[in-house]
């Protein structure tokens, strides 16, 4: 009985939100910043208001919410950090709300231990089908086209008759690749929803394999973990569309996405304010410059997140798209913080770059993860795709592309498996790293 009042609510607020976000997509640049400071505003003095948590961090550094006032001014206020909200949980819901209202949620934990918080479950329905409705648009998407999901159902599939969505589990897709894209051709899609190590490996399947495939994709949406080049580069080759890319926090104060246009990170200007700050939490503003993603979500009262600390990195850009669109722009996301593999002379380089190396000399192999707990040590494991191949030319073939590129920075341990089972997440997850990692402090690209 609880279930249908909160679709019609949220289904209500839904529709409202993609009439604004359509109504607004192509605002001048002014226009959109003087919106977002007085959303900042209503949220500053909200949280003076009703959210103890930030009632006390205002009076202890004589932060007034009037002094709020530009996005320079944002910053005068502390970050918040998940250490913060596991502390003051209570604290940071808002008082003005009924206790009925707060349905408590938690991160998917893929790197760290997961994260609770609250939402408003009506809002935050809203907010996910209408953010991911404009999204997809940018693909050409139209409701009712038949569309293939990979992602991490328990089932191994699932034909959703309503949104005309046949729903596959990756999960369950170690060695059995032909039998999932046997299941994609006899459904024929028009777009392709997943997680990018899913489709990418996939994409790898039929590279290596030489299969073919008749069914005609106009657009893959990725989300739920960053897109790396390389991944993107086999994945359009191979389906000859184009992959769009949505970047989320679990948290729910960060939105950014690709468009038709370009690979740049467009920010919704209306559900958040994301800053890049160095390993000094100095203000990241060079071009090309890396830096840790702090989130300011617009949307939820709640709970705010104000200058929260996401972990996760990404790349300043000044430049704008060519799409038209004067949102704020990150130019890549690139993962969390700790994602990095610590060499023999404890330097740090980034996992995608060995993962990149791994993808060039593992013909044969379906997908593999890196575990480190030492440094300069890792241990691969692969999964095989065909019991003919040669464990130990693959084996081979890996350590020389290693030599020749780390020299003797790395000692590799090899192991197979049959699958990779994650108990953590539904997500794919390429590096295990039991070292304490901070990629802002030292790297190597």
Not at 272 to 296: Q, R
Not at 334 to 362: A, C, F, P
Not at 372 to 380: A, H, M, V, W
Request: charged share 25%.
């Amino acid at each position: 009985m609880g279930y249908f009042p909160t679709f019609v609510k949220s289904y209500v607020q839904q529709r409202a939100l993609v009439s604004f976000l359509k109504k607004s997509e192509y605002w001048a640049e002014r226009q959109w910043k003087t919106y977002q400071i007085q959303l900042l505003k209503k949220l500053v003095s909200h949280c003076y208001d009703h959210v103890f948590y930030y009632k006390k961090l205002f009076n202890k550094y004589n932060i007034k919410t009037d002094d709020i006032n530009t996005f320079e001014d944002l910053r005068i206020i502390p970050f918040l950090s998940r250490e913060l909200v596991k502390e003051n949980i209570n604290e940071l819901k808002a008082k003005n709300y009924k206790e009925s209202i707060f349905h408590r949620i938690k991160t998917s934990g893929t790197t760290e231990e997961p994260l609770s918080f609250y939402v408003n479950k009506d809002k935050w329905l809203a907010n996910h089908f209408a953010y991911n409705r404009m999204f997809m648009h940018r693909g050409g998407y139209k409701r009712g086209k038949r569309t293939v999901s990979i992602l991490g159902i328990s089932n191994k599939t699932r034909l959703h008759r309503l949104l005309n969505t046949l729903e596959l589990s990756s999960l369950h897709l170690d060695n059995q690749y032909g039998y999932f894209l046997k299941k994609i051709e006899d459904f024929n899609p028009h777009y392709i929803v997943s997680y990018p190590s899913a489709i990418y490996f996939l994409a790898k399947f039929i590279l290596e394999t030489n299969v073919t495939y008749s069914f005609d994709i106009n657009a893959i949406y990725c989300h739920g973990e960053p897109v790396y080049p390389w991944q993107k580069e086999t994945i359009e080759k191979i389906f000859h569309c184009r992959l769009f890319d949505i970047y989320g926090n679990g948290e729910k104060n960060a939105i950014s996405a690709t468009c038709e246009k370009s690979d740049l990170h467009h920010v919704f200007p209306n559900y958040c304010i994301l800053e890049l700050i160095d390993a000094k939490e100095n203000p990241v503003t060079t071009e090309g410059a890396i830096g840790e993603i702090v989130a300011t979500g617009l949307q939820s009262f709640i709970f705010p997140f104000i200058r929260y600390k996401t972990g996760d990195m990404g790349v300043y850009t000044s430049e704008t798209c060519a799409c038209g669109r004067k949102y704020p722009m990150v130019k890549r996301i690139i993962g969390r913080i700790s994602d990095g593999v610590v060499t023999n002379d404890n330097k740090i380089i980034l996992s995608s770059e060995i993962n990149h190396l791994i993808s060039q000399h593992s013909n044969g192999v379906l997908k593999w993860q890196i575990k480190q707990e030492r440094s300069g040590k890792l241990n691969i494991t692969l999964v095989l795709y065909n019991k003919n191949i040669s464990k130990d030319s693959i084996k081979e073939s890996i350590t020389k592309a290693f030599e020749e590129t780390f020299s003797n920075e790395f000692e590799l341990m090899f192991a197979f498996s049959k699958s990779l089972p994650d108990h953590t997440t539904r997500k794919h997850r390429f590096l295990i790293q039991s070292l304490p990692v901070n990629l802002l402090n030292d790297h190597i690209f």
